[in-house]
């Protein structure tokens, strides 16, 4: 009798342990929602890490839920709610997570041609880990195209005015109100997206101090988002 009893409490505390790992709806729904994330199905990894918020055990553990749906928000093109789910991320009391909202965050205002609120965006989560090398390439990366924009916006700006020259006779008072228009353009433009002689020099003086080691192959991956989970 007694043998039969000691075959059977080994087979209760399996049966118990295997229970208690069913009973976490919290990390079954981020797991979950993690697969649908790896096969490209975003909308659906959303629903599921909305799911785990209802279950999740602290405030942390659903900022860091607000982390993976703005991933999905972003592969979604949804930037008003990546950006969102990005701020709300950058609370989180772990400093990883907070860095790596910073970086997508300013992945997300890169591709709107933001760049000014990008570089902000990357030297913040360089302020928290300032040998994130991700985030140094990526302010190299805009302050390259920061310059070659304005180089272009120039050359347009001359070919209009050469235009202009040309076909002068009778469209004085018009080309005025379009040279008005074109300043007023590159008022909010710059206001928008340039920065300071001396924002970029410190941020270059910065860069400079510890530079970035450069890698074969890494020229594509300037828009790839950090992942938590």
Known sequence: ???????????????????????????????????????????????????????????????????????????LEDADNALTGYQRAVQSDNRDVQKKAFFNAGNVYLKQKNYREAINAYM??????????????????????????????KNNKDKKDNGKDRNKSGQDEKNQDQKQENRQRDKNNRGENSMSREQVKNILRSLQQSPVRRQKGSGDEKRKLEKYW
């Open 1 to 75: 009798m007694s043998g039969n009893h000691t075959a059977v409490i080994p087979a209760m505390i399996v049966c118990a342990l295997l229970s208690i790992s069913w009973l976490d709806p919290y990390r079954d729904a981020v797991s979950s929602g993690n697969e649908e994330f790896n096969q490209k199905k975003y909308n659906n990894a959303k629903r599921y890490y909305e799911k785990a918020e209802k279950y999740a055990p602290g405030e942390d553990e659903k900022k860091k839920l607000a982390f993976n749906k703005a991933d999905a928000d972003y592969m």
């Open 124 to 153: 913040n989560a360089l302020k928290i880990d300032p040998g994130y090398e991700r985030a140094k390439k990526n302010i190299e990366y805009v302050l390259k195209h920061m310059n070659q924009d304005k180089k272009d916006n």
